[in-house]
């Protein structure tokens, strides 16, 4: 038993590590706080992103989850979610670091509302605007749909 400790120690770290890849995994480690917007007199909740997440800003991240029908001006980006619609963070209750903004390279065709699809771009972090998503996917590409 004693020898396969190494063995174990080892598998423990790569499984860590790889889980720290996924970036839901890695958005749920983001912290938030209800603050006060005066220019909009009600609260907003702001993100702390944690160290491992800021070193990923810039890269290139995959990420896959189900369209959301929400109505943005001019059809810049989308929003994509890690739970369906009944479930995502404007209808059913989850959180913040379950969706993210996504703005493709190319134009894309019209997804169905719910159509799960994966996407990689360059992860970008917001703390502050109010008018766009905390995680948000820059330079994307369609990967599947």
């Known amino acids: 038993m004693k020898n396969l400790f190494p063995i174990f120690l080892l598998l423990s770290v790569s499984t860590l590590g790889f889980a ?26 702001f993100p702390e992103f944690p160290i491992d997440l800021k070193a990923l800003v810039g890269k290139e991240i995959d990420l896959e989850g189900y369209y959301l029908p929400i109505d943005v001006d001019g059809d810049a980006y989308i929003i994509l979610s890690k739970f369906p619609y009944s479930q995502c963070f404007f209808c059913g209750g989850a959180g913040p670091e379950s969706i993210a903004e996504v703005s493709f390279k190319a134009k894309q065709d019209r997804f169905e509302a719910d159509q799960y699809i994966r996407v990689k771009g360059k992860l970008k972090l917001n703390a502050s605007d109010l008018e766009h998503g905390n995680f948000i996917i820059e330079d994307a590409i369609l990967v599947s749909k």
């Open 20 to 45: 720290q890849a996924d970036g839901w995994t890695s958005f749920a480690n983001t912290k938030f706080e209800a603050k006060y917007n005066e220019k909009a007199q009600e609260y907003f909740l």
